[in-house]
C-alpha cells in the first residue's frame, strides 16, 4: 500500500519537474520576452520643434513649457475624494473631471489620467505643496506650440494637431497616434524639417509603471529653425487693413521670389489648435462662410479683372497686334458679334493709344485687342506668364486656376467656345481663374523681362545644435523672352496708371517711390445690376484686384491685393498696395488705409480670427507620451 | 532530548532536508520583501523559524501516544479558533481565516489540521479490522469535514481543500471497499455541481480564470500570467539571486507567500526547481518510508495524515505557479513566509520525527 504511494508520489514529483523543464526550457525564451516586455517600456522623448522666424528674426512660431496634472489611481485610496481635491483646487468643472476619469475605467490603473492641461505657474505650485498629502497627483511638464502673432499669417504658417490617421498611414516609422504633426502651411510643408528626430528612453518599470530606473536612451534631434522670406513689419501692415474685410494679399521681392507677406483675410487663432478644440470651436471655425482655414491667396482662384490688362499688354505689342501709337476709339462700349460690350467708363475714353488704355483701363481698347489676338493666342500669353499651373509656391494644396481655350471649352466644359467669351477674357472677365500669387509671379516675371524666380517662404533653415545655415536653392526659375522696350512701356503706363492724373489708382500715389500698378475690378453679378452697388449687399459687390510694383526703375517689390466684394481696385485694394510699398521703402504715409468698418462684413461667426491675446494660454497634449513595446 | 540524537532516534534523512528548505525558504523571503513595503521580512521568518523548530522538538520530546489518547479534546479546542473567526473574524483579502493577538496573526486553520491529523491516527489506532467499517467511515468523513466546512465557510477555499488529503490518507489507508469508492466519487460529482451554485463571485471567477487566464489579463488572471512569466523567464539557470525581474519589480503577486516559488524559478532557474522538489520529494518519500517503520498503527496513520497534508500542499502549490491548477491561497510549506505556515509546518515535522524516535517499543 504504501509502496504503491510511494511511486505515486515520486512520479508526481517527477511530474511536476517535468512541467517546469517545460515551462523554463522548452518555453524559456517566450516567457523571457514577455518579463523584459513587462518590465522595459519606451517612452518618446519629443525633440524640440524648430522655432519659425520672419526674415529678420522675429519669432512667429515657438515652443513653451505646459503643465498637465495627472492623477495616479493606484496612489489614491479614495478616488472620489482625490477628484474633489482636484476640482476644489484648480476649479476644474466636475463633470470634466469625471468625464476622464470614467474614460480610463478599464485602463491598468498605473495609467495616468490628464485631469488638466495648461496649468499656471501658480496652480502648479499648489499642487506640489500637497505632493505629500496627496501622492497620486503629479504635474507633467511638455511642451506646446505658440503662435506668437496669433492669427496674423495664419494660414500661411499653418498649425500643428494630432497626426491624422492617413499621416501615420504614410508615414508610420515616424507619427504615432496623438503626436502633434504640422497641418497646412508651413508647419505642414516643413513638418519633416521642424520635427527633428523623436528621441527615445527605454525605461525600467515596475508593475506600477513608476521608473526605476533608464535602461538607455536616445536622444532627440532637435528640429531646425526656419526662417521665412515673410517681413512682419509688411505682414502687420496687411493684417490691419484685412480687419472685417475678406481676401488675400501677397507682396514678393520680384528679383528672389520670396515672399514678404501673405495675408488670407478672415482668419483664425492657430494657437486654438494647440489643445484639444472644443466642438464648439471647430464649428465655429468649419461654418464660417468665409472658410478661415482656407488660404484664399493660393486656394481661391477668380477673374483676374483688369489687371489682367498688362499682360495682354505685353503679347499686343510683341505679336505686333498693336503698336504704341495704334487708337482705339472709345464710346462707352463696343459692339462685337452683334452685341454690345461696355465700357467700365459710361461716357467712353475718346481715342486712346495702349499707354492710355492701361491707365485709364479702357475696356474697349482691350476688347479690340483680343479680338485681334484670338482666345488661342490670349491662352498662350496666360499660360506663358505662369496662370493655370501652381506657381510653385512651397505651401500645400495650391490651386492652379484655369486659363480657357477652345480645346478646354470643348473637353472641359463640353460646349462650343463662343468667340464673344474672347471678348470678355480680354478684360480679365469670363473664365479665366488667377490666384492672388500667380498675378504677383506673373507682374514679377513681367517687370524682370521674362524672368519668373520661384515663389517661396523659404529662406533658411538653421540646425540649432551645429549652428549649419541652410539657404534656399531656386532650381526652377522659369524664363521667357520679353523685349526689354515692351517691359518699358507696359512699366511706364502702370506708372501712369498711379501717378499722372486719369489714372485709375492715382489717389493711391505715393510721394518718394514710384509705385506702379494696375487696378481690376470682377463682376460678381451682371453688369446691368450694379448701377448703384454701394447699396447692393454684401454678396453681390464686385471684386476688387490691384497689381503693382515699385519702384519703376529696377523694381524691388510686386504686391497683388485681392479684396472680396471690395468693389473698386482703386479704392479698396490699391491703398493697401501703397502702404506695403511704403512701408518696404521706409517711406512715410499720410493716411494709412484704415481696417474695414466692423459691420462692413455680414454677420457671420469671425469673433475667433483674432480674438485670443498671445498670454491667453492654447493648451496641447504633453510632450511625452508612453507606449508600451 | 540529547539522547535522542545520540542514539540517532531523531531521523537526519528527514531532518536534514528540512532544515536546508528553511534555508531556502529564509534565502527567498529575504529577497521577495526586498525593499518592500513591510521591509526585510526574513528576519520575521528567521524568528518563526526558531518557534517553529523549538515546536518541533516539543513534538519530539513528548510521547505521540499521549498526544493520541488526548486527541479529542485537541481537536475540539483547535476549532474553537475557526467558529471564532466565523463570528468574530476580521476580513483579510476576503477571507476569515486570520486570528490577530498582539502584533501577530495566526491562521488556526493548520492547528486544526494537525490535531483533525491526530484524530485520525486516533481512529485508526482503534480502528484494526481488516476492511473500512462504514462507522468508521462516516467518523472519518466527520471528524475531516467539520474543520473542512468551518474553513471553506470562512471562506477560504484552497485552505478547506489542505484537509482533503486526510480523507484521502483515512479512505486509502484504511482500505475502504471498491464499491465505496465508486459511490463516494459519484457523490462528488454531483457535489461539484451543486457547490458551483454555492460559491462566492471571487471563487468562481478564480476558477474560470484558471479555464480561460487570456480572458482577464489585468484582474484575476494577472497573478498566474504574472507567475508564469516569472517561472518561465528563469530558465535553466535563473536571472540571479535578488535580480528576478518579476518579482523585483513587484510584476509578482504576494512573491513572498503564496508566489515564493516562482520567485525561487525566476532567480535561480530550472536546476534550483530542481534541488527544492528534490528536497520536497526526499521529505515526503521519507515520510512514506517512516510511515511502514511505524511501531503502532496510529503512529503510521499519524505520519502518512501529516506527510499526504505536506504533499499536497507542495504539488498544489508548485502547480498553481504554472498554471495546473487554479489560484487558491495555499502557502508553500517551509518556504513560504507566514508565522503559522512554518511552525505548523516543522510541528508536523516534529509529531512524524516523534512517531520514528519511539520505533522501538520503551523508547
Keep these: 500500500m504504501v509502496e504503491v504511494a510511494f511511486v505515486a508520489a515520486a512520479f508526481a514529483f517527477a511530474a511536476m519537474a517535468a512541467a517546469y523543464w517545460y515551462t523554463q526550457i522548452v518555453r524559456g525564451d517566450y516567457y523571457f520576452r514577455l518579463s523584459e516586455n513587462n518590465r522595459l517600456r519606451s517612452v518618446a522623448v519629443t525633440a524640440a520643434r524648430g522655432v519659425i522666424y520672419d526674415r529678420r528674426g522675429v519669432p512667429l512660431a515657438e515652443n513653451e513649457p505646459s503643465y498637465t496634472l495627472y492623477l495616479y489611481r493606484r496612489e489614491t485610496t479614495n478616488l472620489a475624494a482625490s477628484i474633489d481635491t482636484a476640482v476644489a483646487l484648480l476649479g476644474l468643472p ?28 501658480g496652480e502648479v505650485a499648489a499642487i506640489e505643496a500637497r505632493s505629500a498629502e496627496h501622492p497620486e497627483f503629479a504635474v507633467g511638464v511638455g511642451q506646446r506650440r505658440l503662435y506668437t502673432k496669433t492669427a496674423s499669417a495664419a494660414q500661411t504658417l499653418g498649425y500643428l494637431s494630432e497626426a491624422t490617421p492617413n499621416q501615420i498611414a504614410a508615414q508610420p516609422d515616424r507619427y504615432r497616434p496623438g503626436v502633434a504633426v504640422g497641418q497646412r502651411g508651413v508647419e505642414s510643408a516643413y513638418q519633416d524639417l521642424l520635427a527633428g528626430r523623436d528621441g527615445e528612453r527605454r525605461i525600467i518599470v515596475d508593475s506600477f509603471g513608476h521608473e526605476t530606473a533608464e535602461e538607455s536612451r536616445v536622444d532627440p534631434v532637435p528640429g531646425r529653425n526656419l526662417t521665412l522670406t515673410i517681413d512682419q513689419r509688411l505682414q502687420d501692415v496687411a493684417e490691419r487693413y484685412f480687419q472685417n474685410r475678406v481676401g488675400s494679399a501677397v507682396a514678393m521681392d520680384p528679383k528672389t521670389g520670396e515672399i514678404l507677406a501673405l495675408v488670407s483675410a478672415p482668419s483664425y487663432d492657430p494657437n486654438l489648435f494647440s489643445r484639444r478644440m472644443t466642438a464648439a470651436e471647430w464649428a465655429t471655425l468649419v461654418d464660417n462662410p468665409f472658410h478661415p482655414l482656407q488660404n484664399r491667396a493660393i486656394q481661391n482662384v477668380y477673374s483676374p479683372g483688369s489687371a489682367f490688362k498688362v499682360f495682354l499688354a505685353v503679347e499686343g505689342l510683341a505679336g505686333g497686334y498693336v503698336t504704341p501709337e495704334t487708337k482705339v476709339y472709345c464710346p462707352g462700349y463696343a459692339t462685337f458679334y452683334g452685341r454690345a460690350f461696355k465700357c467700365h467708363k459710361k461716357e467712353g475714353h475718346g481715342w486712346v493709344n495702349l499707354r492710355e488704355a492701361i491707365r485709364g483701363s479702357c475696356d474697349v481698347y482691350f476688347y479690340t485687342l483680343g479680338k485681334r489676338m484670338g482666345i488661342e493666342k490670349i491662352a498662350e500669353t496666360a499660360r506663358a506668364f505662369g496662370f493655370g499651373k501652381p506657381s510653385g509656391l512651397d505651401l500645400p494644396n495650391e490651386k ?30 469670363g473664365p479665366l481663374l488667377v490666384s492672388s500669387v500667380q498675378l504677383a509671379r506673373g507682374l514679377a516675371g513681367l517687370v524682370n523681362g521674362g524672368r519668373f524666380p520661384r515663389p517661396h517662404l523659404f529662406l533658411s533653415a538653421q540646425d540649432p545644435q551645429s549652428g549649419a545655415r541652410f539657404e534656399y536653392v531656386d532650381e526652377t526659375e522659369q524664363r521667357m523672352k520679353i523685349d526689354p ?121 469671425t469673433a475667433l480670427a483674432a480674438a485670443r491675446p498671445p498670454s491667453a494660454p492654447a493648451r496641447r497634449a504633453p510632450e511625452t507620451r508612453e507606449v508600451r513595446r | 532530548m540529547r539522547g535522542l540524537f545520540q542514539r540517532r532516534r531523531v531521523d537526519t534523512a528527514l531532518l536534514l532536508p528540512v532544515l536546508a528548505l528553511l534555508g531556502v525558504g529564509l534565502l527567498l523571503v529575504a529577497s521577495a520583501t526586498l525593499g518592500g513595503r513591510f521591509g526585510d521580512l526574513a528576519g520575521r521568518q528567521a524568528l518563526w523559524m526558531g518557534v517553529g523548530l523549538a515546536l518541533m522538538l516539543g513534538m519530539l520530546a513528548v510521547d505521540y501516544r499521549v498526544l493520541l489518547k488526548f486527541s479529542f479534546p485537541i481537536y475540539a479546542a483547535s476549532l474553537l479558533p475557526l467558529l471564532y473567526l466565523l463570528v468574530f473574524g476580521r476580513r483579510i483579502a476576503h477571507v476569515r481565516s486570520w486570528v490577530r493577538f498582539g502584533g501577530y496573526q495566526f491562521q488556526p486553520a493548520e492547528v486544526a489540521k494537525i490535531a483533525t491529523a491526530l484524530l485520525l491516527a486516533y481512529l485508526f489506532e482503534n480502528e484494526q479490522d481488516r476492511r473500512l467499517r462504514p462507522a468508521a467511515l462516516v467518523k472519518l468523513f466527520a471528524m475531516v469535514l467539520v474543520p473542512c466546512l468551518l474553513v471553506f465557510l470562512q471562506p477560504d477555499l484552497g485552505l478547506a481543500l489542505t484537509f482533503v488529503p486526510l480523507l484521502l490518507v483515512g479512505m486509502y489507508f484504511g482500505r475502504m471497499r471498491r464499491r465505496y469508492w465508486a459511490m463516494l466519487a459519484i457523490l462528488f460529482v454531483a457535489g461539484c455541481a451543486v457547490g458551483w451554485l454555492f460559491l462566492k463571485g471571487y471563487q468562481k471567477q478564480r476558477i474560470e480564470t484558471f479555464v480561460h487566464p487570456e480572458a482577464d489579463v489585468s484582474g484575476a488572471g494577472y497573478q498566474v500570467r504574472q507567475s508564469k512569466i516569472a517561472v518561465g523567464s528563469g530558465g535553466l539557470v535563473g536571472k540571479g539571486y535578488r535580480r528576478g525581474t518579476q518579482s523585483q519589480l513587484r ?25 527544492v522538489l528534490s528536497l520536497y520529494a526526499a521529505v515526503v518519500l ?14 503510521a496513520f499519524l505520519v502518512l495524515g501529516l506527510t499526504a497534508c505536506l504533499f499536497f500542499s507542495v504539488i498544489l502549490n508548485t502547480g498553481m505557479m504554472i498554471g495546473l491548477f487554479p489560484t487558491t491561497g495555499i502557502p508553500l510549506p517551509l518556504l513560504s513566509y507566514g508565522g503559522s505556515s512554518v511552525a505548523t509546518t516543522l510541528a508536523s515535522i516534529g509529531l512524524i520525527l516523534s512517531v520514528e524516535a519511539r520505533r522501538f517499543a520503551n523508547a
Excluded at chain 1, 454701394?534 to 479684396?563: C, S, T
Excluded at chain 1, 490699391?574 to 468698418?597: I, K, M, N, S, W
Design chain 1, 94 to 121: 466636475r463633470e470634466d473631471v469625471e468625464r476622464r476619469v470614467a474614460r480610463y475605467r478599464t485602463y491598468f490603473d498605473f495609467v495616468p489620467i490628464a485631469l488638466a492641461e495648461n496649468l499656471t505657474i
Design chain 1, 400 to 429: 492652379s486656376g484655369l486659363v480657357p481655350s477652345e480645346e478646354w471649352s470643348a473637353t472641359v466644359r463640353k460646349t462650343r467656345w463662343y468667340p464673344s467669351e474672347t471678348i470678355s477674357v480680354a478684360i480679365g472677365q
Design chain 1, 485 to 605: 522696350s515692351i517691359v518699358e512701356q507696359v512699366e511706364d503706363a502702370m506708372w501712369a496708371v498711379v501717378n499722372e492724373p486719369g489714372g485709375t489708382a492715382y489717389l493711391s500715389k505715393l510721394a518718394g517711390v514710384d509705385l506702379c500698378g494696375k487696378t481690376g475690378s470682377v463682376q460678381v453679378v451682371a453688369q446691368k445690376d450694379t448701377k448703384k452697388e454701394g447699396l447692393l449687399p454684401f454678396a453681390k459687390r464686385d471684386h476688387a484686384w490691384f497689381i503693382g510694383f515699385a519702384p519703376k526703375r529696377n523694381p524691388r517689390i510686386v504686391v497683388a491685393v485681392f479684396v472680396e466684394h471690395g468693389q473698386h481696385g482703386a479704392s479698396a485694394a490699391a491703398p493697401l498696395a501703397r502702404d506695403l510699398v511704403a512701408t518696404y521703402f521706409g517711406v512715410p504715409v499720410p493716411h494709412p488705409a484704415p481696417p474695414g468698418e466692423p459691420d462692413a462684413l455680414p454677420p457671420a461667426p
Design chain 2, 251 to 275: 510584476f509578482l503577486p504576494v512573491r513572498h507567500t503564496d508566489f515564493i516559488f516562482a520567485v525561487l524559478a525566476e532567480e535561480f532557474g530550472f536546476l534550483g526547481v530542481l534541488v
Design chain 2, 286 to 299: 521519507r515520510g512514506l518510508r517512516l510511515a511502514t517503520h511505524a511501531r503502532d498503527r496510529g503512529g
